[in-house]
Nanobody, 124 residues
Framework: QLQLVESGGGLVQPGGSLRLSCAAS????????IGWFRQAPGKERERVSC????????NYADSVKGRFTISSDNAKNTVYLQMNSLKPEDTAVYYC?????????????????WGQGTQVTVSS
């Protein structure tokens, strides 16, 4: 079965850092684009970042550019999201999702498989 499992969330102070992991099983990353999404209470789910199957195409939301970095390790079949200079506005449940694309899809419905999410809380 195809599965995505997020980890690495937690409580961090403003200005701190966290690294989220998305471990894939049942498929290999060389055939799938992986997106990171987040959803805060009262807000719509938004795409934070995406990496395509080859790792050559990267996308970031304007709100996280310069602070977050997406990367992949095909040997471990895992995608990471390094989050630096965290702000309270970054507080949300973070999800990873996958779709069989050579590019990074824009819309949520284009992603076929989803993890269950990991909570990130930025607070002093």
């Amino acid at each position: 079965q195809l599965q995505l499992v997020e980890s690495g969330g937690g409580l961090v102070q403003p200005g701190g850092s966290l690294r989220l992991s998305c471990a894939a099983s049942g498929f290999t990353l060389d055939s799938y684009a992986i997106g990171w999404f987040r959803q805060a209470p009262g807000k719509e789910r938004e795409r934070v970042s995406c990496i395509n199957n080859s790792g050559g195409r990267l996308n970031y939301a304007d709100s996280v550019k310069g602070r977050f970095t997406i990367s992949s390790d095909n040997a471990k079949n895992t995608v990471y999201l390094q989050m630096n200079s965290l702000k309270p506005e970054d507080t949300a449940v973070y999800y990873c999702a996958a779709g069989p694309y050579y590019y990074c899809p824009t819309y949520i419905y284009e992603y076929d498989y989803w993890g269950q999410g990991t909570q990130v809380t930025v607070s002093s």
